[in-house]
């Protein structure tokens, strides 16, 4: 069954669609094509003065955005979907024809500034951190924050080109790129307008209103526990087991694109470290004082709170998950990263392509481009390090191949994990990068306040590298549905790089020299977790390598399984409460998908559920930006009384309840 729908004239006559086919989201049968909105015979307005300034306009806004408050109040907002929504909104009231491939070059500039600001404010930071704690041996420059920044924003945005026809191509319909939906979806209302985009709409009202109401009044609680009931309390307390769920529109509507089947591996690994790992940690050491390297403990194991050991260890473990994961992923796609290799090296020799016509949509950067680029990047990177940060030959040489190695390997395991779940481990990545390079830069002689701003500037250009190339990957993926030409998306890329490491940069002094990232106006999780990882390895404390070994051990196992060991791991490693509502999602998937006996329904009413997710998802992260925004100002209208009264939890199930069964009778409307 068909959906697409024929509203006017292409070039040269053929008829523009304005709604995604219907193989869009699901695989390939043998011998089928996909093809986009715009088509790759045809060429339509990409890149233009207006395309390129608002792209830009947006990537400095969001950026200075997305710096204050993932540093003032400790949240980072992903900002693909807010820039899409306002550049339908800006074509629209400009009332520009044809401008769903501007539209994407817009989003696509703009999103650098959230991939930008998660490498910089994630790790940099840190060094202002210790500086309270050293004094000024640890510091760092502008010049040094954009550095580490634009050069890691560049080197993902390199790495990640040769796989761009893997992900999103070839492994077409095989992983559900939630964000990407989204947006995509978000993207096709704009070009759709009128009625055809209107459960989108009311969907991202209804999903846009529930979250703001949560974030900003408070009338629920925005996770349930078992706490909520005296006996809850009380197993929580004794045996530290403990079910909790986000009840947030936006990871509801997550849960429902990710699906049942990615949704169960993922929560299997959060109930395996929360329901086994924790309880048994607890039961095993009870009255143990547990340090098994990294920060000084001093509570007993058995007096914490399941949530403080998951944090003091189980956390850990997850991040060996992850790291093992990532080689296992690394070890089965060799075969792709070397035929990656293979074909850049023979187009430098200049026989690659054998004179086939390349369709408009699968043109990348040339691999000859691409391979001095990055060989241009890795040498500035190099001398930045040498006569920027270390001042010492040795040292240099050590530091770029250990960059250049686990940003080049892990590339593919952000990309990969970006089309999963739609959320990128990189804080777990750029940890186990910087007890790395702390290890490596230790046993070759840099230690102490040199040593740790070496590494956390190299755990920054890793950080953005990654993040970067997760962001970037949902970008061409959109342009694959839509019909970009994937050389404009990625050429146009850079610019919004510079322009995004430029602004956050300023942001970061600016608030150093504002507030001071030790003051307490500043809550910078994330760097805090890097000062925290760093300080002991360097000063000779070591790292938990017995968790990490734990995490790797069963990532192994879950390889040997035969199940996604990457999609397991991220479970371990996310916390609960975000990981059971995507098998809630999930769960309402494969009820709409399963009620009819006709199959056209249910895959009408699976696709009608796509678009209502996307717009719980666009609505969620829009009103998110409003309400931190009003909460970076001091607006906070939650009573924290209630939120600490069990009814409160009472009271965000029954609104849960009745967001899903909106939901699902939503989906019901498709009857034939």
Not at 131 to 139: H, I, P, T, V, W
Not at 217 to 237: L, P, Q, S
Not at 651 to 661: D, E, G, N, P, V
Request: charged residues 15%; hydrophobic residues 50%; glycine residues 12%.
């Amino acid at each position: 069954m068909s959906i697409t729908k024929d509203t006017g004239t292409a070039p040269g006559g053929d008829a523009i669609r304005t709604e995604l086919p219907e193989n869009a989201f699901r695989e390939l049968k043998e011998g089928e094509e996909y093809e986009p909105l715009m088509p790759a015979r045809y060429h339509y307005p990409e890149v233009n003065s207006w395309s390129v300034t608002w792209g830009v306009v947006m990537a400095m806004l969001f950026s200075a955005a997305a710096a204050y408050l993932g540093l003032k109040i400790g949240q980072v907002f992903e900002a693909a979907i807010p820039i899409a929504i306002i550049a339908v909104g800006l074509s629209t009231a400009a009332r520009r024809n044809k401008s769903l491939g501007e539209n994407v070059i817009i989003q696509s500039i703009g999103a650098c500034s959230g991939a930008v600001v998660a490498g910089a404010i994630f790790t940099l930071p840190a060094i202002y951190i210790l500086q309270a704690k050293y004094g000024s041996e640890m510091s760092a420059s502008f010049l040094q924050v954009f550095m580490a920044s634009a050069l890691g924003g560049i080197l993902g945005i390199l790495f990640l080109i040769p796989f761009r026809k893997y992900f999103v191509k070839d492994m077409h319909g095989k992983y559900p790129f939630p964000e990407a939906t989204a947006t995509t979806q978000v993207l096709v209302s704009g070009a759709k307008g009128g009625d055809q985009a209107k459960p989108l709409i009311i969907a991202g009202l209804v999903g846009g209103l529930y979250d703001f109401i949560v974030a900003t009044f408070g009338w629920w609680n925005e996770v349930v526990t078992t706490r909520m009931v005296g006996f809850g309390e009380t197993i929580a307390e004794k045996t530290k087991l403990l079910f909790k769920v986000n009840t947030g529109a936006a990871v509801l509507g997550l849960g429902y694109i990710i699906g049942l089947r990615y949704a169960l591996f993922i929560c299997l690994g959060s109930l395996a470290v929360w329901w086994l790992i924790v309880p048994l940690m607890s039961l095993l050491f009870h009255d143990t004082v547990l340090n098994l390297g990294g920060e000084t403990i001093t509570t007993p194991v058995g007096q914490m709170s399941p949530e403080m050991i998951f944090k003091t260890y189980a956390r850990s473990i997850g991040i060996g998950g992850i790291a093992m994961a990532g080689i296992i992923g690394i070890v089965k796609s060799w075969g792709i990263i070397r035929s990656a290799i293979s074909l850049a090296g023979r187009e430098l020799k200049g026989n690659a392509g054998g004179g086939t016509e390349v369709q408009r949509t699968q043109r990348d950067l040339s691999f000859k481009f691409i391979g001095l680029a990055a060989v241009t990047a890795i040498v500035v990177t190099f001398v930045f390090f040498w006569l920027g940060v270390m001042e010492n030959l040795w040292f240099a040489i050590v530091a770029i191949l250990l960059v250049t190695f686990i940003a080049f390997l892990f590339t593919t395991v952000a990309a990969n994990a970006i089309a999963i779940v739609g959320s990128n481990p990189v804080s777990g990545m750029t940890l186990m990068t910087l007890i790395l390079a702390s290890v490596v830069l230790s046993a070759v002689g840099l230690k102490g306040t040199s040593g740790m701003v070496a590494a956390l500037i190299m755990g920054g250009v890793v950080c953005t590298a990654l993040s970067m190339a997760g962001a970037f990957i949902t970008d061409l993926k959109i342009g694959y549905w839509l019909g970009s030409t994937p050389r404009k998306q990625e050429s146009w890329k850079f610019l919004g790089t510079l322009v995004s490491a430029a602004t956050v940069g300023g942001v970061i002094m600016l608030l150093n020299e504002t507030y001071g990232f030790t003051s307490g106006q500043l809550s910078a999780p994330q760097a805090n977790a890097m000062a925290a990882v760093i300080d002991p390895v360097m000063s000779g404390q070591g790292a938990p390598w017995v968790l990490y070994g734990i995490g790797a051990l069963i990532a192994l196992i879950i390889n040997f399984g035969k199940m996604p060991a990457l999609a397991v791991a991220l479970g371990m490693f996310i916390p609960l409460e975000l990981n059971t509502p995507l098998v809630v999602g999930g769960a309402i998937n494969w009820w709409v998908t399963t009620r009819s006996k006709d199959k056209a329904v249910n895959e009408a009413r699976g696709e009608r559920g796509t678009l209502i997710a996307s717009g719980f998802i666009a609505g969620g992260a829009l009103m998110g930006v409003v309400s931190a925004l009003m909460r970076f100002f001091d607006l906070s209208f939650i009573n924290e009384e209630w939120m600490r009264n069990p009814l409160s939890e009472l009271a965000a199930l029954a609104a849960y309840i009745l967001l899903i069964a909106y939901f699902v009778r939503a989906t019901k409307t498709v009857k034939s």
